[in-house]
């Protein structure tokens, strides 16, 4: 009976998320013995995250299971039971409930629930947006030009290693006595200053990350803006 329910409910997603998505959803659900209707109705985000961590379920198909989940649960809520009443106040209470819980209404309670959803995405991307920049902004105040510092010396061709100054040596029976450069700003001679590529590096690889989190957000919220749609279209064929 539980598997059927399983297969009763998979059978209103199998034609939005294509064979393969079908299989996967399916196999982990029964693995993770999520069968009936009622263990449907108790599956949140983060259990979903738990028995999908390992498998290659796309985004766009997790969400869609994600909405027909939620359209599980506002059909038949879950509810604590209430005492027994056989009252007439009790019976009135009883038919009014079931006035409330008519699709339309159902339907709106989960429109709310992808609209937070879509403001907090948004929210999200506006934020890592900001963050982008800055990290663009510092990369190209790194690029600058400094100029060439005066000479000191004789010897033009040599730069000091410790104050990198052209004209002299730092050496062991006559040390240079000035101040030891300690950034490329300052000398502008970057090849002395191996921690200058490590933050080049270290930067690219931020905005790479920081770029591939706008664009999983971005697919998050594309999959969220095309559900109402499908939503509509469905309540339309009823």
Do not use: W
């Not at 209103?12 to 029964?30: D, F």
């Not at 819980?101 to 929210?123: F, G, H, V, Y």
């Not at 029976?173 to 450069?181: A, V």
């Not at 931020?206 to 591939?212: A, H």
């Amino acid at each position: 009976m539980a598997c059927e329910e399983l297969t009763n409910f998979l059978g209103k997603i199998e034609q939005n998320i294509g064979k393969e998505s079908y299989e996967i959803i399916r196999n982990t659900l029964r693995d993770n013995n999520f069968t009936s209707r009622l263990s449907l109705k108790l599956l949140d985000p983060e259990n979903l995250d738990v028995i999908f961590a390992k498998s290659k379920l796309p985004l766009g198909s997790r969400k869609i299971l994600e909405y027909h989940l939620d359209l599980l649960r506002n059909e038949s809520p879950l509810s604590r039971p209430k005492p027994q009443r056989t009252d007439p106040a009790a019976i009135e209470e009883s038919s009014a409930d079931q006035a409330d819980s008519k699709p339309k209404d159902k339907n709106e309670n989960t429109m709310r629930c992808l609209e937070k959803r879509r403001q907090k995405i948004e929210k999200q991307i506006f934020d890592k947006e900001s963050e982008l920049r800055e990290l663009q902004v510092h990369l190209e105040s790194m690029d600058i030009n400094v100029p060439s510092l005066p000479t000191i010396g004789n010897s033009g061709r040599i730069t000091c290693s410790k104050c990198h100054h052209k004209g002299h040596r730092n050496q062991v029976n006559n040390p240079c006595n000035l101040q030891k450069c300690s950034s490329y700003t300052y000398c502008g001679i970057k090849a002395k200053h191996p921690e200058y590529f490590t933050e080049i590096n270290k930067l690219k690889n931020d905005i790479k990350k920081k770029n591939n989190n706008i664009r999983d957000l971005q697919q998050q919220l594309a999959g969220l803006k095309t559900l109402p749609v499908k939503a509509n279209i469905s309540l339309l064929k009823r």
